[in-house]
């Protein structure tokens, strides 16, 4: 299995659409990571690119991410990408909290959009308003 984390330097990266990378770790049947990857980013807005095929066809499955509006969800899920928000923290030790089911999706989704782009602010870490099915 794959997941990906929208990234900033070694962090979460609040808005999913505008990250520097996207961290992707390789988790095996144990639930450990055992690779990381980081694959670029696009230009532009995350969600108006062909990042949710690229994450797809490299075999991503989940996003951990700290927010992000309802039409990236979508897409991601149409990609087969089942997405958690409410996350930050380093990189790492989120996905390890994930993986020991210490995370769920907060359910929040970015409602506000000005000419500039997304106006969001994420929730507090690892929310916890809904478990998430599937891992």
């Given amino acids: 299995m ?20 996207f961290t992707v770790f390789t988790v095996n049947d ?20 062909n990042i949710a095929d690229v994450l797809e066809q490299s075999g991503v ?6 927010n992000m509006g309802q039409g990236a ?3 991601l899920a149409a990609h087969g990408i089942q997405v958690i928000r409410g996350c930050s923290g380093e990189t ?3 996905a390890e909290a994930w993986l020991a089911g210490k995370l769920n999706d907060s359910g929040d989704v970015c409602r506000q ?11 507090a870490v690892g929310g916890a308003s809904q ?5």
């Fill in 30 to 49: 144990q639930r450990q990571i055992v690779s990381e990857d980081v694959l670029k980013s696009p230009e532009g807005c995350g969600c108006k690119s």
């Fill in 113 to 123: 959009h000005n000419k500039e782009g997304h106006d969001c602010h994420p929730p």
């Fill in 92 to 94: 790492t030790a989120v």
């Fill in 2 to 21: 794959k997941i990906a984390l929208p990234s900033k330097g070694k962090a979460i990266d609040d808005h999913f659409g505008h990250c520097e990378y």
């Fill in 131 to 135: 478990a998430v099915r599937g891992r």
């Fill in 61 to 66: 499955k989940f996003m951990l991410a700290g």
């Fill in 73 to 75: 969800v979508n897409v």
